[in-house]
């Protein structure tokens, strides 16, 4: 210090290395906090595009049950590709006032879609109700003339 400088003077002129440590310690503990969030983003991101393809599959699938093959109750299973797995329950819908002279019969369809490792799979759940003839030779699903 010079004769002159009053200690706040000296001081004033720049930080100490105890204070450039301490702020790049904040930084790198900033970083790691923004790294963590981004990899979470990445992976929510994967988890929702699994979704949109499953719950694709699975319209493709109900959409074509009883237009690809004739529906019949009872429990069926396969594979979309090598990631997706479903199994399809199909039992007859019996409404509580239903009336039983109708040639119509409604059906529920019970799609659940697998994928992931089989010791975590993940899973999700479809339903509808299909309505189907039951002999008569009328297709309820076919185009009035």
């Known amino acids: 210090m010079r004769a002159g400088d009053s200690p706040r003077a000296a001081r004033a002129q720049g930080f100490t290395l105890l204070e450039v440590l301490a702020a790049i310690a904040l930084l790198g ?9 981004a990899g979470g983003a990445i992976g929510l991101t994967g988890q929702a595009a699994d979704a949109s393809e499953v719950a ?24 979309f590709d090598r990631k997706f797995r479903w ?9 509580a006032a239903a009336d039983d002279q109708t040639p ?19 899973t999700a759940n479809f339903r509808t109700l299909r309505l189907l003839s039951t002999g008569t030779g009328v297709d309820p699903m076919a185009p009035t003339p």
Do not use: C, N
């Open 29 to 37: 503990i900033a970083f790691a906090v923004l790294m963590q969030v």
């Open 56 to 79: 694709m599959w699975a319209r493709s699938k109900l959409d074509s049950a009883y237009v690809v093959e004739p529906l019949r109750a009872g429990r069926s299973a396969g594979r």
């Open 87 to 95: 199994q399809l329950d199909v039992t007859p819908w019996h409404a």
């Open 104 to 122: 119509l019969q409604l059906y529920q369809l019970d799609l659940q879609v697998s994928w992931g490792a089989a010791a975590h799979p993940h």
